[in-house]
């Protein structure tokens, strides 16, 4: 006993317990980290899986063509009397006024999977759940209307034919409506200066603007003849409860049948759903389609940071750690950079308003946009005042992360350039920052995490619920760091805790959050990937 007792004190002595404590410790903190991946990965893609439709006949005699979504015990049920209820999609909002409504199983009576059940994802009003009745053109049955095949032929025909008519409408009347608006600025700042050709500006202005609303109407006309003729197609659905309901087939998204298909054909369906999502725009108030203007503008808003922040936190941090004096006023500007870093997020979106948008930003407009006031150019939010609030927030990381890489340089390296003639910026530049480079990567990844996951700030700065053009277009000066833009962060915000329709809002968000996870692993592996790039080189060049 005394020797069992002797050998945990020795064991107590070396630190052995704190070390099993901090082993369990990461390894709960591994296995926390690890489920969380995995439930948001398991339900992001299993919401890109179709699932059955089940013909469900009620008690009092109501009939629902629905998904079953998930089964638990009712409430009151006891393991005596042990009773169960089913959560369904029944969608049809249009007609049924909610997308998912809750059967108590003792309430079904019968329960069948028929094979010409059809799941209709609609551009509004959600997904439609019937069975096929026809197909007219115009006014006109057609003969074979009843095929699923052939509804999914003219439905792919008809939603590319709008596709196609609305890129137009996007690109041409979106070019005409931007020369209609320099146009307009040109002969407005002419007259705010006082041009001494103004009459003629204002002639040829007008002579302009004529052509331009000439071109546009014939435009429309064009394409409010090309949209008649593809408005003509429409299906006719029975929603499984006796309603008939008449859809327009360019509305329709995309036709499944999910009954019919075998694991091949869903894996089709989902491969189609992913590929919307990651390229397609957002519709039904962002619970459905695609996230792309999010995918786009976090990543270019993570790229401009990048830019931002780098040039600033390495400078500085090379001014602390290689040309200052040790001192009370440099030990007091590490104190504040370091508290800087525990600042929460929202007082720097408050700063980023105050001094970017409306100091910054309002002084610009009154230099070099006078002729578009009262209406702000730079001074309202956008995609560039989110960068730099983004870049002041991951300043202190960066300027820590780079002065212990300088630090991590030998200082007999400095002290052998210098002996060889090299100045002091030529051993800070040729030596000094190539050999920290690695560390200086590892500040900028622990930064572009941080920054690809913040919301807060940028609600204030730049970052809105819909963005109806990119920053970056073929319109000329192409990048548009004016505009406001989507984030992927704050679409998840945006569709778990303000949309309408909560439960049909779910599997965006785990979408979204899985989508907002890969998108900075990728980001990081790529710093990552160039930072042992470099740090191979340098050690080769060492030897």
């Known amino acids: 006993m005394a020797m069992k007792k002797s050998s945990w004190l020795r064991a107590v002595k070396r630190g052995d317990p704190m070390i099993w404590l901090t082993g369990g410790g990461l390894a709960v903190c591994l296995l926390m980290i690890a489920w969380l991946v995995g439930l948001v990965t398991v339900r992001g893609v299993s919401s890109f899986w179709p699932r059955a439709l089940v013909s469900l006949e009620t008690k009092d005699g109501a009939r629902f063509l629905a998904e079953i979504h998930r089964r638990e015990p009712a409430p009151g049920s006891t393991l005596a009397t042990p009773a169960f209820r089913i959560q369904t999609k029944i969608a049809n909002r249009d007609v049924n006024g909610l997308d998912f409504r809750w059967f108590d199983e003792s309430a079904i009576v019968k329960s069948t999977t028929p094979l010409d059940a059809l799941v209709l994802e609609r551009q509004e009003y959600g997904n439609f759940h019937g069975f096929l009745k026809g197909i007219r053109r115009g006014g006109a049955a057609l003969p074979d209307g009843t095929s699923i095949a052939v509804l999914a032929r003219l439905q792919r025909e008809a939603r590319q034919a709008l596709l196609r008519l609305r890129r137009t409408e996007k690109k041409e009347v979106g070019f005409i409506n931007a020369q209609i608006e320099r ?320 439960e049909a809002a779910l599997p965006m968000v785990y979408s979204t959050a899985l989508l907002l996870l890969v998108l900075v692993l990728v980001l990081n592996l790529s710093a990552i990937l160039i930072r042992n790039r470099l740090r191979r080189k340098l050690q080769a060049a060492t030897f």
Not at 202 to 220: C, G, N
Not at 249 to 272: C, M, W
Request: glycine share 10%.
């Open 183 to 502: 146009e307009r600025l040109t002969l407005k700042k002419a007259e705010l200066s006082r041009s001494a050709d103004l009459v003629s500006m204002r002639v040829q202005t007008e002579h302009t603007l004529e052509q331009l609303r000439v071109r546009y109407e014939a435009l429309r006309q064009d394409l409010e003849a090309r949209a008649l003729s593809n408005a003509t197609l429409t299906g006719f659905f029975d929603d499984g409860s006796g309603h008939e309901k008449e859809i327009p087939l360019q509305e329709i998204v995309r036709v499944v049948a999910p009954n019919r298909l075998d694991a091949a054909g869903k894996t089709l369906v989902v491969f189609s759903r992913i590929r919307e999502f990651l390229f397609a725009e957002p519709r039904e108030s962002n619970t459905e389609g695609g996230v792309f203007p999010a995918i786009f503008g976090t990543v270019l808003m993570v790229l401009m940071m990048s830019v931002a922040v780098v040039p600033f936190g390495v400078v500085a941090a090379l001014y602390l750690r290689e040309y200052a004096k040790d001192g009370p006023l440099v030990r007091i500007v590490r104190i504040a950079v370091n508290n800087l870093a525990g600042v929460p997020s929202i007082v720097f979106g408050i700063f980023g308003l105050g001094f970017f948008v409306y100091g910054l930003g309002g002084s610009i407009d009154a230099l070099l946009f006078s002729e578009r006031l009262p209406n702000p150019t730079f001074g309202t939010g956008g995609i560039l005042w989110c960068a730099l609030t983004l870049a002041l927030l991951t300043v202190p990381v960066v300027i820590v992360s780079t002065e212990e890489a300088l630090a991590a340089v030998p200082r007999g390296v400095r002290e052998a350039a210098l002996a060889l003639g090299s100045t002091k910026w030529q051993t800070t530049w040729n030596i000094v920052l190539p050999a920290a480079a690695p560390g200086i990567l590892t500040g900028l990844i622990l930064a572009m995490a941080r920054g690809a996951g913040e919301v807060a700030p940028l609600m204030i700065v730049g970052v809105v619920k819909l963005s109806p053009t990119l920053p970056l277009d073929g319109t000329f000066p192409f990048l548009h760091l004016e505009r406001k833009i989507m984030h992927l962060g704050f679409h998840i915000y945006d569709v778990g805790f303000q949309s309408p329709n909560v």
